[in-house]
């Protein structure tokens, strides 16, 4: 069998659902270093991957509205430490 391995951080990303509070999604984050730049860079290519032809276009389709993150975060997984935060601009261009 593998060897199971647990990532040095993770990454929790609420949309603009009523429900954000209850539900957020969690992932591994295996970019690399944390820094604020990556983070927001991956929020835009997940944004860009809910827009029609995108490998995630079936999730906007299925609930009816695009799910755009409003928060994200970056968190250590050992200490649970938060390591960056990311909060969505008033105004964003999509």
Not at 31 to 41: D, I, N, S
Not at 75 to 82: E, F, M
């Amino acid at each position: 069998m593998g060897k199971s391995i647990t990532p040095k951080y993770r990454i929790e990303i609420k949309d603009n659902s009523l429900n954000y509070l209850a539900m957020p999604l969690v992932m591994a984050w295996n970019c690399g270093k944390p820094t604020p730049k990556k983070l927001e860079e991956y929020i835009y290519k997940l944004i860009d991957s809910y827009k029609i032809g995108g490998c995630n276009e079936h999730i906007s389709l299925t609930l009816g509205y695009m799910p755009i993150p409003n928060k994200a975060r970056i968190i250590n997984q050992k200490t649970g430490d938060i390591v960056i935060e990311w909060n969505a601009p008033m105004f964003m261009e999509i």
